[in-house]
T-cell receptor
Framework: QKEVEQDPGPLSVPEGAIVSLNCTYS??????FMWYRQYSRKGPELLMY????GNKEDGRFTAQVDKSSKYISLFIRDSQPSDSATYLC????????FGTGTSLTVIP | NAGVMQNPRHLVRRRGQEARLRCSPM?????VYWYRQLPEEGLKFMVY????????ESGMPKERFSAEFPKEGPSILRIQQVVRGDSAAYFC????????????FGPGTRLTVT
Protein backbone atom coordinates (compact mmCIF):
# COMPACT_ATOMS: atom_id res chain seq x y z
CA GLN A 1 0.00 0.00 0.00
CA LYS A 2 1.35 3.40 -0.95
CA GLU A 3 1.83 5.94 1.77
CA VAL A 4 -0.31 8.45 -0.10
CA GLU A 5 -2.77 7.87 -2.94
CA GLN A 6 -4.08 10.54 -5.28
CA ASP A 7 -6.49 10.24 -8.18
CA PRO A 8 -4.48 11.29 -11.27
CA GLY A 9 -7.50 12.61 -13.14
CA PRO A 10 -7.41 14.33 -15.54
CA LEU A 11 -10.07 16.69 -14.27
CA SER A 12 -11.70 19.22 -16.59
CA VAL A 13 -14.11 21.87 -15.29
CA PRO A 14 -15.68 25.08 -16.63
CA GLU A 15 -14.45 28.42 -15.38
CA GLY A 16 -16.11 29.41 -12.13
CA ALA A 17 -16.70 25.84 -10.94
CA ILE A 18 -15.74 24.55 -7.52
CA VAL A 19 -12.95 21.99 -7.76
CA SER A 20 -12.36 19.22 -5.24
CA LEU A 21 -9.02 17.41 -5.16
CA ASN A 22 -8.43 14.51 -2.80
CA CYS A 23 -5.80 12.25 -1.32
CA THR A 24 -5.81 9.39 1.12
CA TYR A 25 -2.92 8.28 3.27
CA SER A 26 -2.07 5.15 5.16
CA UNK A 27 -0.11 6.08 8.27
CA UNK A 28 -1.82 7.90 11.11
CA UNK A 29 1.59 9.09 12.32
CA UNK A 30 1.80 11.64 9.51
CA UNK A 31 1.75 15.11 10.98
CA UNK A 32 1.73 17.78 8.27
CA PHE A 33 -0.31 17.93 5.11
CA MET A 34 0.60 20.13 2.17
CA TRP A 35 -0.73 21.03 -1.25
CA TYR A 36 1.46 22.07 -4.15
CA ARG A 37 0.65 23.35 -7.62
CA GLN A 38 2.93 22.46 -10.50
CA TYR A 39 2.76 24.02 -13.93
CA SER A 40 4.18 22.10 -16.85
CA ARG A 41 7.97 21.86 -16.73
CA LYS A 42 8.18 24.00 -13.57
CA GLY A 43 8.95 23.28 -9.95
CA PRO A 44 6.11 22.64 -7.47
CA GLU A 45 4.77 25.75 -5.73
CA LEU A 46 3.62 25.48 -2.13
CA LEU A 47 -0.05 26.50 -1.83
CA MET A 48 -0.93 25.58 1.72
CA TYR A 49 0.10 23.46 4.65
CA UNK A 50 -1.89 22.38 7.65
CA UNK A 51 -1.37 20.34 10.78
CA UNK A 52 -4.67 19.64 12.40
CA UNK A 53 -7.99 18.19 11.33
CA GLY A 54 -10.41 20.75 10.00
CA ASN A 55 -10.31 23.48 7.39
CA LYS A 56 -7.76 26.10 6.51
CA GLU A 57 -8.66 28.84 4.09
CA ASP A 58 -6.46 31.06 1.91
CA GLY A 59 -8.30 33.15 -0.65
CA ARG A 60 -10.04 30.84 -3.11
CA PHE A 61 -8.32 27.77 -1.68
CA THR A 62 -9.46 25.64 1.27
CA ALA A 63 -7.47 22.71 2.61
CA GLN A 64 -9.37 20.13 4.61
CA VAL A 65 -7.95 17.32 6.73
CA ASP A 66 -9.87 14.43 8.25
CA LYS A 67 -7.40 12.47 10.35
CA SER A 68 -9.98 9.89 11.43
CA SER A 69 -10.50 8.90 7.79
CA LYS A 70 -6.92 9.65 6.69
CA TYR A 71 -8.33 11.87 3.96
CA ILE A 72 -7.21 15.29 2.77
CA SER A 73 -8.83 17.62 0.28
CA LEU A 74 -8.16 20.85 -1.54
CA PHE A 75 -11.11 22.93 -2.70
CA ILE A 76 -10.74 25.68 -5.27
CA ARG A 77 -13.60 28.16 -5.50
CA ASP A 78 -14.38 30.24 -8.57
CA SER A 79 -11.81 28.32 -10.59
CA GLN A 80 -9.87 30.26 -13.22
CA PRO A 81 -8.06 29.14 -16.39
CA SER A 82 -4.81 30.11 -14.62
CA ASP A 83 -5.56 27.34 -12.09
CA SER A 84 -4.93 24.76 -14.82
CA ALA A 85 -2.00 22.77 -13.50
CA THR A 86 -1.14 19.56 -11.70
CA TYR A 87 -1.92 19.56 -7.99
CA LEU A 88 0.18 17.46 -5.64
CA CYS A 89 -0.65 16.51 -2.11
CA UNK A 90 2.25 15.89 0.24
CA UNK A 91 2.50 14.41 3.68
CA UNK A 92 5.31 14.47 6.16
CA UNK A 93 6.10 12.87 9.44
CA UNK A 94 9.61 11.58 9.67
CA UNK A 95 9.77 11.21 5.91
CA UNK A 96 8.24 13.00 2.96
CA UNK A 97 5.68 11.55 0.57
CA PHE A 98 4.03 13.12 -2.44
CA GLY A 99 0.98 12.00 -4.35
CA THR A 100 1.32 11.41 -8.08
CA GLY A 101 -0.68 14.57 -8.79
CA THR A 102 -4.07 15.42 -10.28
CA SER A 103 -4.09 17.21 -13.61
CA LEU A 104 -6.67 20.01 -13.69
CA THR A 105 -7.88 21.96 -16.70
CA VAL A 106 -10.20 24.93 -16.24
CA ILE A 107 -12.00 25.72 -19.48
CA PRO A 108 -12.80 29.40 -20.18
CA ASN B 1 14.48 37.58 -1.93
CA ALA B 2 15.61 35.10 -4.54
CA GLY B 3 13.97 31.72 -4.55
CA VAL B 4 15.63 28.35 -4.71
CA MET B 5 18.07 28.23 -7.60
CA GLN B 6 19.14 25.15 -9.49
CA ASN B 7 21.65 24.74 -12.24
CA PRO B 8 21.99 23.66 -14.84
CA ARG B 9 18.37 23.64 -15.95
CA HIS B 10 19.09 21.03 -18.58
CA LEU B 11 21.91 18.52 -18.57
CA VAL B 12 22.75 15.93 -21.19
CA ARG B 13 25.18 13.15 -20.34
CA ARG B 14 26.30 10.02 -22.13
CA ARG B 15 26.04 6.70 -20.36
CA GLY B 16 28.92 6.25 -17.98
CA GLN B 17 29.58 9.96 -17.43
CA GLU B 18 29.07 11.85 -14.19
CA ALA B 19 26.28 14.34 -13.55
CA ARG B 20 26.53 17.14 -10.99
CA LEU B 21 23.41 19.05 -10.07
CA ARG B 22 23.59 22.19 -7.95
CA CYS B 23 21.08 23.79 -5.63
CA SER B 24 21.27 27.09 -3.77
CA PRO B 25 18.56 27.34 -1.09
CA MET B 26 16.48 30.41 -0.35
CA UNK B 27 18.18 33.00 1.80
CA UNK B 28 17.83 32.09 5.45
CA UNK B 29 17.00 28.45 4.76
CA UNK B 30 19.28 25.86 6.28
CA UNK B 31 17.69 22.62 5.09
CA VAL B 32 17.80 21.17 1.59
CA TYR B 33 15.89 18.28 0.07
CA TRP B 34 16.38 16.49 -3.24
CA TYR B 35 13.61 14.77 -5.18
CA ARG B 36 13.37 12.90 -8.47
CA GLN B 37 10.33 13.08 -10.71
CA LEU B 38 9.66 10.65 -13.53
CA PRO B 39 6.78 10.99 -16.03
CA GLU B 40 3.53 9.62 -14.63
CA GLU B 41 5.13 9.28 -11.21
CA GLY B 42 5.08 11.56 -8.24
CA LEU B 43 8.00 13.26 -6.62
CA LYS B 44 10.21 10.71 -4.91
CA PHE B 45 12.18 11.84 -1.91
CA MET B 46 15.89 11.16 -2.18
CA VAL B 47 17.81 12.94 0.56
CA TYR B 48 17.48 15.59 3.26
CA UNK B 49 20.50 17.64 4.31
CA UNK B 50 21.52 20.52 6.45
CA UNK B 51 24.89 22.18 6.21
CA UNK B 52 27.68 19.62 6.54
CA UNK B 53 25.23 16.93 7.63
CA UNK B 54 23.01 14.33 5.96
CA UNK B 55 19.79 14.04 7.97
CA UNK B 56 18.02 11.35 5.95
CA GLU B 57 19.20 9.57 2.82
CA SER B 58 16.70 6.73 2.90
CA GLY B 59 15.44 7.54 -0.60
CA MET B 60 18.84 7.63 -2.22
CA PRO B 61 19.92 4.66 -4.36
CA LYS B 62 22.72 2.84 -2.59
CA GLU B 63 25.14 3.06 -5.50
CA ARG B 64 26.31 5.86 -7.78
CA PHE B 65 24.34 8.61 -6.02
CA SER B 66 25.68 10.98 -3.39
CA ALA B 67 24.75 14.37 -1.99
CA GLU B 68 26.43 17.05 0.04
CA PHE B 69 25.68 20.47 1.44
CA PRO B 70 28.98 22.08 2.40
CA LYS B 71 29.45 24.91 4.84
CA GLU B 72 30.00 27.27 1.92
CA GLY B 73 28.41 26.97 -1.49
CA PRO B 74 25.48 25.12 -2.97
CA SER B 75 24.21 21.65 -2.29
CA ILE B 76 25.39 19.12 -4.88
CA LEU B 77 23.67 15.95 -6.05
CA ARG B 78 26.17 13.75 -7.80
CA ILE B 79 25.36 10.81 -10.03
CA GLN B 80 28.29 8.71 -11.13
CA GLN B 81 28.32 6.46 -14.20
CA VAL B 82 24.89 7.56 -15.33
CA VAL B 83 22.53 5.12 -17.01
CA ARG B 84 19.45 5.79 -19.15
CA GLY B 85 17.17 5.10 -16.19
CA ASP B 86 18.62 8.15 -14.44
CA SER B 87 16.93 10.42 -16.99
CA ALA B 88 14.42 12.45 -14.97
CA ALA B 89 13.68 15.85 -13.52
CA TYR B 90 15.57 16.46 -10.28
CA PHE B 91 14.13 19.03 -7.93
CA CYS B 92 15.68 20.66 -4.95
CA UNK B 93 13.67 22.26 -2.15
CA UNK B 94 14.67 24.24 0.91
CA UNK B 95 12.98 25.02 4.19
CA UNK B 96 13.59 27.14 7.24
CA UNK B 97 14.99 25.43 10.31
CA UNK B 98 12.52 22.94 11.84
CA UNK B 99 9.87 23.58 9.17
CA UNK B 100 10.15 20.61 6.83
CA UNK B 101 6.48 21.02 5.99
CA UNK B 102 7.28 24.39 4.43
CA UNK B 103 9.42 23.36 1.49
CA UNK B 104 10.01 25.70 -1.42
CA PHE B 105 11.09 24.17 -4.69
CA GLY B 106 13.51 25.23 -7.35
CA PRO B 107 12.80 25.02 -11.09
CA GLY B 108 14.48 21.64 -11.43
CA THR B 109 17.25 20.15 -13.52
CA ARG B 110 16.21 17.94 -16.39
CA LEU B 111 18.79 15.22 -16.88
CA THR B 112 18.86 13.32 -20.14
CA VAL B 113 21.17 10.34 -20.50
CA THR B 114 21.92 9.35 -24.06
Amino acid sequence: QKEVEQDPGPLSVPEGAIVSLNCTYSNSAFQYFMWYRQYSRKGPELLMYTYSSGNKEDGRFTAQVDKSSKYISLFIRDSQPSDSATYLCAITGNQFYFGTGTSLTVIP
Amino acid sequence: NAGVMQNPRHLVRRRGQEARLRCSPMKGHSHVYWYRQLPEEGLKFMVYLQKENIIDESGMPKERFSAEFPKEGPSILRIQQVVRGDSAAYFCASSPLDSSYEQYFGPGTRLTVT
